[in-house]
């Protein structure tokens, strides 16, 4: 298997983060994006289309927005799986739906192919750096032969267990993060329309019980005026929670708080905050607050 060689299929926020940090440890990367120069951006050939990269490559990484297009990447007829060959391994760094998952390898490994799900976390700052934490699920003698792969673009890399499970796991990590944010931005809009100081009020809950990933590293710099531009959308993240919700239902659970956050990102979706980054939630409940801003210029 030559590991100075892949292929890269989805060039966008993320993908072309990941791309950039393969390239720039010295794997020659072929990748594949419907956007015109997302390839040159990333700093990898450009593929003329997947049967190219299947073709010449024998992994292939996935950096794709939802189940429903990994599928169709995966199944229509210029796809993955009319043009694979025995042998070739699957990484599939999308947030996935894993019975959609669990099906597509089963369908992969009739013909021979290993298929690799990893959930990616850390955001695009971790992307941009290659510290992204991935979590991993399939054949471990697979995963093994493609650390090489992993080594640029993550600094933590946890196998979870057989197909599926790298993707349920980040669908249970997605959702503690869409609770963290969602929660936050409502406490911290509170806070600002009671007078308090934001900094000040970071500063107590990142020393009391309320700590968490939002204010230690979102809302000390979103008070700033800088909402870290270039990761997971609201729409995304609705996305996820919606199939966070899915995946309890498949387990027979009853999901008892994903409510609040999905109403507080479908808000943000339907004041037209779904595009930007999932953090402008902060800013769709402002609105409904008053028109609160935690921060201006007069700050």
Same mark, same amino acid.
């Given at each position: 298997? #030559?590991?100075?060689?892949?292929?890269?299929?989805?060039?966008?926020?993320?993908?072309?983060?990941? /791309?950039?940090?393969?390239?720039?440890?010295? =794997? %020659?990367?072929?990748?594949? %994006?419907?956007?015109?120069?997302?390839?040159?951006?990333?700093?990898?050939?450009?593929?003329?289309?997947?049967?190219? &990269?299947?073709?010449?490559?024998?992994?292939?990484?996935?950096?794709?927005?939802?189940?429903?297009?990994?599928?169709?990447?995966?199944?229509?007829?210029?796809?993955?799986?009319?043009?694979?060959?025995?042998?070739?391994?699957?990484? %599939?760094?999308?947030?996935?739906?894993?019975?959609?998952?669990?099906?597509? #390898?089963?369908?992969?490994?009739?013909?021979?192919?290993?298929?690799?799900?990893?959930? &990616?976390?850390?955001?695009?700052?971790?992307?941009?750096?290659?510290?992204?934490?991935?979590?991993?699920?399939?054949?471990? /003698?697979?995963?093994?032969? =493609?650390?090489?792969?992993?080594?640029?673009?993550?600094?933590?890399?946890?196998?979870?267990?057989?197909?599926?499970?790298?993707?349920?796991?980040?669908?249970? @990590?997605?959702?503690? @993060?869409?609770?963290?944010?969602?929660?936050?931005?409502?406490?911290?809009?509170?806070?600002?329309?009671?007078?308090?100081?934001?900094?000040?009020?970071?500063?107590?809950?990142?020393?009391?019980?309320?700590?968490?990933?939002? /204010?230690?590293?979102?809302?000390?710099?979103?008070?700033q005026g800088d909402y870290l531009e270039g990761?997971?959308?609201?729409?995304?993240?609705?996305?996820?929670?919606?199939? +966070?919700? %899915?995946?309890?239902?498949?387990?027979?659970?009853?999901?008892? @708080?994903?409510?609040?956050?999905?109403?507080?990102?479908?808000?943000?979706?339907?004041?037209?905050?779904?595009?930007?980054?999932?953090?402008?939630?902060?800013?769709?409940?402002?609105? =409904?607050?008053?028109?609160?801003?935690? +921060?201006?210029?007069?700050?």
């Amino acid at each position: 298997m #030559n590991s100075n060689k892949l292929g890269f299929i989805g060039l966008g926020n993320m993908g072309g983060r990941m /791309t950039r940090c393969l390239v720039n440890s010295g =794997i %020659d990367v072929l990748g594949f %994006d419907p956007q015109p120069d997302a390839a040159k951006k990333a700093g990898a050939r450009e593929a003329q289309d997947i049967r190219q &990269i299947m073709s010449e490559c024998d992994v292939i990484m996935l950096s794709l927005p939802d189940s429903k297009v990994v599928e169709s990447v995966m199944l229509n007829p210029t796809g993955i799986l009319a043009h694979c060959r025995s042998g070739q391994i699957i990484i %599939d760094l999308s947030t996935a739906s894993a019975a959609s998952t669990l099906r597509l #390898n089963a369908q992969l490994k009739e013909k021979g192919v290993s298929y690799i799900d990893a959930g &990616i976390s850390g955001g695009a700052a971790a992307a941009e750096k290659g510290q992204l934490t991935l979590m991993v699920g399939g054949e471990e /003698t697979a995963i093994q032969m =493609i650390e090489w792969a992993f080594a640029p673009i993550a600094s933590k890399v946890v196998v979870m267990g057989s197909s599926g499970a790298g993707h349920t796991t980040k669908l249970l @990590n997605n959702f503690l @993060n869409a609770v963290s944010l969602a929660a936050t931005a409502e406490v911290m809009v509170a806070g600002k329309k009671a007078g308090l100081d934001l900094q000040r009020l970071l500063d107590v809950l990142n020393s009391s019980s309320g700590v968490n990933f939002a /204010t230690i590293n979102r809302f000390p710099r979103i008070i700033q005026g800088d909402y870290l531009e270039g990761g997971l959308t609201g729409k995304l993240m609705t996305k996820d929670l919606v199939l +966070y919700a %899915d995946l309890l239902h498949q387990l027979g659970m009853t999901s008892l @708080n994903s409510a609040g956050p999905l109403a507080s990102f479908g808000l943000a979706t339907a004041l037209g905050y779904g595009d930007v980054i999932s953090n402008r939630v902060v800013d769709a409940i402002g609105d =409904i607050s008053g028109g609160i801003r935690l +921060y201006s210029s007069d700050n």
